[in-house]
Protein backbone atom coordinates (compact mmCIF):
# COMPACT_ATOMS: atom_id res chain seq x y z
CA UNK A 1 0.00 0.00 0.00
CA UNK A 2 1.07 3.52 -1.00
CA UNK A 3 0.71 6.27 1.64
CA UNK A 4 1.60 9.49 0.97
CA UNK A 5 1.38 12.44 3.35
CA UNK A 6 -0.19 15.50 1.70
CA UNK A 7 1.74 18.65 2.22
CA UNK A 8 -0.03 20.86 4.97
CA UNK A 9 -2.38 23.59 3.17
CA UNK A 10 -3.04 27.36 4.15
CA UNK A 11 -5.79 28.06 7.01
CA UNK A 12 -9.01 27.79 5.77
CA UNK A 13 -8.08 25.40 2.90
CA UNK A 14 -8.66 21.52 2.45
CA UNK A 15 -8.10 18.79 0.09
CA UNK A 16 -11.45 16.99 -1.36
CA UNK A 17 -11.43 14.21 -3.32
CA UNK A 18 -12.45 15.21 -6.57
CA UNK A 19 -9.88 18.48 -6.63
CA UNK A 20 -6.82 16.10 -5.81
CA UNK A 21 -4.33 16.08 -8.43
CA UNK A 22 -1.62 13.88 -9.37
CA UNK A 23 1.02 16.81 -8.79
CA UNK A 24 -0.34 17.45 -5.49
CA UNK A 25 0.29 13.91 -4.10
CA UNK A 26 3.84 14.15 -5.92
CA UNK A 27 4.82 16.68 -3.38
CA UNK A 28 3.84 14.97 -0.39
CA UNK A 29 6.19 12.82 1.71
CA UNK A 30 6.01 9.23 1.71
CA UNK A 31 5.36 7.50 4.61
CA UNK A 32 5.47 3.52 5.48
CA UNK A 33 2.51 2.00 7.51
CA UNK A 34 2.98 -0.88 9.72
CA UNK A 35 0.65 -3.55 9.26
CA UNK A 36 -1.45 -5.19 12.15
CA UNK A 37 -1.16 -8.48 11.61
CA UNK A 38 -4.91 -10.35 12.12
CA UNK A 39 -4.97 -13.88 14.16
CA UNK A 40 -6.35 -15.12 10.60
CA UNK A 41 -4.23 -15.70 7.36
CA UNK A 42 -7.19 -14.46 5.60
CA UNK A 43 -9.56 -11.29 6.92
CA UNK A 44 -12.03 -9.45 5.88
CA UNK A 45 -10.65 -6.49 7.06
CA UNK A 46 -6.81 -5.41 7.40
CA UNK A 47 -5.53 -2.96 9.82
CA UNK A 48 -2.68 -0.59 9.17
CA UNK A 49 -0.78 1.99 12.30
CA UNK A 50 0.67 4.79 11.44
CA UNK A 51 2.01 8.45 12.78
CA UNK A 52 0.84 11.33 11.33
CA UNK A 53 -0.18 15.18 12.97
CA UNK A 54 -3.22 15.90 13.44
CA UNK A 55 -5.33 17.67 11.10
CA UNK A 56 -3.14 16.53 8.27
CA UNK A 57 -4.39 14.32 4.88
CA UNK A 58 -2.64 11.23 3.49
CA UNK A 59 -3.65 9.53 0.19
CA UNK A 60 -3.63 5.97 0.42
CA UNK A 61 -3.29 3.54 -3.02
CA UNK A 62 -3.78 -0.31 -2.59
CA UNK A 63 -2.10 -1.76 -5.77
CA UNK A 64 -3.86 -4.49 -7.52
CA UNK A 65 -1.01 -7.11 -6.14
CA UNK A 66 -2.97 -8.51 -3.10
CA UNK A 67 -4.69 -11.77 -3.43
CA UNK A 68 -7.64 -12.60 -1.89
CA UNK A 69 -9.14 -16.18 -0.52
CA UNK A 70 -9.67 -18.55 -3.81
CA UNK A 71 -7.10 -16.03 -5.52
CA UNK A 72 -9.47 -13.15 -6.53
CA UNK A 73 -7.59 -9.63 -7.33
CA UNK A 74 -8.36 -5.96 -7.74
CA UNK A 75 -8.54 -5.28 -11.55
CA UNK A 76 -7.19 -1.34 -10.82
CA UNK A 77 -5.71 -0.12 -7.95
CA UNK A 78 -7.56 1.67 -5.84
CA UNK A 79 -7.04 5.59 -4.30
CA UNK A 80 -8.36 7.05 -1.56
CA UNK A 81 -8.24 10.56 0.65
CA UNK A 82 -8.02 10.03 4.56
CA UNK A 83 -7.26 13.37 6.85
CA UNK A 84 -6.63 12.62 10.51
CA UNK A 85 -9.03 14.61 13.33
CA UNK A 86 -7.66 16.44 16.01
CA UNK A 87 -6.37 15.14 19.49
CA UNK A 88 -9.59 14.33 21.03
CA UNK A 89 -8.96 16.31 24.66
CA UNK A 90 -9.70 14.35 27.81
CA UNK A 91 -9.47 15.36 31.36
CA UNK A 92 -10.58 12.16 34.19
CA UNK A 93 -9.99 11.58 38.07
CA UNK A 94 -7.91 8.51 38.07
CA UNK A 95 -9.43 5.59 40.15
CA UNK A 96 -12.54 5.64 42.18
CA UNK A 97 -14.13 6.71 45.65
CA UNK A 98 -14.99 9.31 47.90
CA UNK A 99 -13.03 9.00 51.13
CA UNK A 100 -9.54 11.13 51.84
CA UNK A 101 -8.06 10.76 55.14
CA UNK A 102 -6.77 14.40 56.46
CA UNK A 103 -3.77 12.37 58.45
CA UNK A 104 -2.92 11.14 54.85
CA UNK A 105 -1.40 12.59 51.62
CA UNK A 106 -4.89 13.78 50.67
CA UNK A 107 -4.38 13.43 46.60
CA UNK A 108 -6.16 13.37 44.17
CA UNK A 109 -4.79 12.27 40.52
CA UNK A 110 -6.00 13.06 37.47
CA UNK A 111 -5.35 11.97 33.70
CA UNK A 112 -4.73 14.90 31.17
CA UNK A 113 -4.86 14.72 27.29
CA UNK A 114 -3.88 17.21 24.98
CA UNK A 115 -4.44 20.51 27.30
CA UNK A 116 -2.39 23.24 28.17
CA UNK A 117 -4.05 24.15 31.62
CA UNK A 118 -6.19 22.26 33.96
CA UNK A 119 -8.76 24.74 35.59
CA UNK A 120 -8.94 23.29 39.10
CA UNK A 121 -12.17 25.11 41.29
CA UNK A 122 -12.71 23.73 45.15
CA UNK A 123 -15.39 24.63 47.09
CA UNK A 124 -16.52 23.16 50.80
CA UNK A 125 -19.91 22.53 50.87
CA UNK A 126 -21.43 24.99 54.07
CA UNK A 127 -22.43 22.83 56.98
CA UNK A 128 -25.84 24.05 57.18
CA UNK A 129 -26.11 22.74 53.37
CA UNK A 130 -24.86 19.75 53.71
CA UNK A 131 -29.06 18.04 53.78
CA UNK A 132 -29.48 19.18 50.25
CA UNK A 133 -26.96 16.56 49.43
CA UNK A 134 -28.82 13.91 50.93
CA UNK A 135 -32.38 14.91 50.09
CA UNK A 136 -31.60 16.18 46.46
CA UNK A 137 -29.15 13.86 45.36
CA UNK A 138 -30.28 11.54 42.14
CA UNK A 139 -26.56 10.15 41.30
CA UNK A 140 -23.98 8.36 43.19
CA UNK A 141 -22.29 10.16 46.28
CA UNK A 142 -19.27 10.39 44.35
CA UNK A 143 -20.94 12.48 41.30
CA UNK A 144 -24.29 13.94 43.10
CA UNK A 145 -26.54 15.39 40.88
CA UNK A 146 -28.84 17.72 42.78
CA UNK A 147 -30.89 18.97 39.73
CA UNK A 148 -31.44 22.63 39.62
CA UNK A 149 -29.34 23.43 42.98
CA UNK A 150 -25.66 24.31 41.70
CA UNK A 151 -22.72 23.90 44.23
CA UNK A 152 -21.81 27.32 43.61
CA UNK A 153 -24.97 27.94 45.87
CA UNK A 154 -24.06 25.75 48.32
CA UNK A 155 -20.10 25.80 48.68
CA UNK A 156 -17.57 28.25 48.94
CA UNK A 157 -15.23 28.01 45.91
CA UNK A 158 -11.31 28.64 45.18
CA UNK A 159 -10.16 28.53 41.74
CA UNK A 160 -6.71 27.94 40.97
CA UNK A 161 -5.27 26.82 37.14
CA UNK A 162 -2.51 24.00 36.43
CA UNK A 163 -0.08 24.05 33.88
CA UNK A 164 0.11 20.59 31.71
CA UNK A 165 3.57 19.76 29.89
CA UNK A 166 1.13 18.44 26.43
CA UNK A 167 4.68 18.16 24.72
CA UNK A 168 2.64 14.94 22.82
CA UNK A 169 -0.59 15.34 22.75
CA UNK A 170 -1.59 12.26 21.85
CA UNK A 171 -0.32 10.63 25.17
CA UNK A 172 -1.79 11.32 28.93
CA UNK A 173 -0.23 13.46 31.56
CA UNK A 174 -1.08 12.81 35.14
CA UNK A 175 -1.22 15.31 37.91
CA UNK A 176 -0.92 14.59 41.60
CA UNK A 177 -3.22 17.22 43.43
CA UNK A 178 -2.75 17.49 47.44
CA UNK A 179 -5.69 18.70 49.18
CA UNK A 180 -3.88 19.40 51.96
CA UNK A 181 -1.58 21.94 50.58
CA UNK A 182 -4.54 23.75 49.28
CA UNK A 183 -4.99 26.23 52.27
CA UNK A 184 -8.58 24.48 53.15
CA UNK A 185 -9.98 23.31 56.47
CA UNK A 186 -8.81 20.04 57.92
CA UNK A 187 -11.71 18.55 57.60
CA UNK A 188 -15.21 19.00 55.38
CA UNK A 189 -17.41 17.88 52.43
CA UNK A 190 -15.88 19.60 48.96
CA UNK A 191 -16.50 19.57 45.42
CA UNK A 192 -13.77 19.17 43.45
CA UNK A 193 -14.03 20.50 39.45
CA UNK A 194 -11.44 19.65 36.70
CA UNK A 195 -11.33 21.35 33.35
CA UNK A 196 -8.87 20.68 30.37
CA UNK A 197 -8.25 24.41 29.20
CA UNK A 198 -6.46 25.25 26.16
CA UNK A 199 -4.85 28.36 25.24
CA UNK A 200 -6.63 28.68 21.93
CA UNK A 201 -10.12 28.21 23.69
CA UNK A 202 -12.74 30.94 23.51
CA UNK A 203 -13.48 29.64 27.25
CA UNK A 204 -10.38 30.50 28.43
CA UNK A 205 -10.78 34.44 28.53
CA UNK A 206 -14.49 34.32 28.70
CA UNK A 207 -15.41 36.85 31.85
CA UNK A 208 -18.78 33.89 31.97
CA UNK A 209 -15.95 30.46 32.78
CA UNK A 210 -15.38 30.70 36.12
CA UNK A 211 -19.42 29.99 36.56
CA UNK A 212 -19.46 26.45 37.71
CA UNK A 213 -22.13 23.67 36.43
CA UNK A 214 -22.50 20.39 37.23
CA UNK A 215 -22.39 18.48 33.62
CA UNK A 216 -20.05 18.56 30.86
CA UNK A 217 -19.12 21.64 28.89
CA UNK A 218 -18.79 20.60 25.28
CA UNK A 219 -17.77 23.56 22.83
CA UNK A 220 -18.41 23.56 19.12
CA UNK A 221 -18.68 19.95 17.50
CA UNK A 222 -15.00 19.42 16.08
CA UNK A 223 -15.32 16.25 13.58
CA UNK A 224 -14.29 12.53 14.90
CA UNK A 225 -12.51 13.89 17.89
CA UNK A 226 -15.54 15.61 19.73
CA UNK A 227 -17.13 12.77 19.94
CA UNK A 228 -13.58 10.88 22.20
CA UNK A 229 -13.79 14.29 24.26
CA UNK A 230 -14.06 14.94 27.60
CA UNK A 231 -13.33 18.26 28.89
CA UNK A 232 -14.75 18.33 32.25
CA UNK A 233 -14.60 15.90 35.30
CA UNK A 234 -15.60 16.81 38.76
CA UNK A 235 -15.93 14.43 42.18
CA UNK A 236 -17.73 14.84 45.84
CA UNK A 237 -14.85 14.46 48.24
CA UNK A 238 -14.69 13.56 51.79
CA UNK A 239 -11.46 14.98 53.80
CA UNK A 240 -11.94 13.71 57.29
CA UNK A 241 -10.41 11.22 60.35
CA UNK A 242 -13.12 8.28 59.69
CA UNK A 243 -12.86 5.51 58.15
CA UNK A 244 -15.11 2.51 57.40
CA UNK A 245 -14.19 -0.79 57.76
CA UNK A 246 -16.36 -3.77 56.20
CA UNK A 247 -16.47 -7.28 57.26
CA UNK A 248 -18.44 -10.27 55.94
CA UNK A 249 -17.20 -13.20 58.08
CA UNK A 250 -19.90 -16.43 57.69
CA UNK A 251 -21.88 -14.19 55.58
CA UNK A 252 -22.68 -11.76 58.19
CA UNK A 253 -21.84 -8.17 57.48
CA UNK A 254 -20.67 -6.20 59.71
CA UNK A 255 -19.89 -2.66 59.38
CA UNK A 256 -18.52 -0.13 61.50
CA UNK A 257 -16.65 3.48 62.28
CA UNK A 258 -13.42 3.45 63.62
CA UNK A 259 -11.15 6.86 64.19
CA UNK A 260 -7.88 6.76 62.42
CA UNK A 261 -6.18 8.31 65.84
CA UNK A 262 -7.31 5.60 67.76
CA UNK A 263 -7.04 1.49 67.91
CA UNK A 264 -10.24 0.36 66.32
CA UNK A 265 -12.49 -1.57 68.38
CA UNK A 266 -13.21 -5.31 67.06
CA UNK A 267 -17.01 -6.22 67.76
CA UNK A 268 -18.12 -9.99 67.85
CA UNK A 269 -19.92 -11.17 64.97
CA UNK A 270 -22.56 -13.47 66.48
CA UNK A 271 -22.96 -17.02 63.99
Known amino acids: ?58 YLQLENKFTALGGYQLKDAVGDLQCAPNYPTYISFVGKGALLSQYGD ?18 RVQGEQ ?25 ANFKTETLVVNNSEPRKSDYLSVDLSQK ?3 R ?50 VVLTDLGIIVKRPLMVLNLCLYNLLQVAIRYPVQP
Open 130 to 154: LRHIANLNSGSFQKPDLGRLKFDDI
Open 187 to 236: QGIFWVKASAVNSGDDSSNDDNSNKLKDSDETSEYDYYSEQESKKVDYRL
Open 1 to 58: MITVLLPELPEGQSYTRTKLTEAMVNKGERIQPELILSEQPYAKAQSFRFDIPEGRCV
Open 183 to 185: GLP
Open 106 to 123: GKLTLAVRNADNVRLDIG
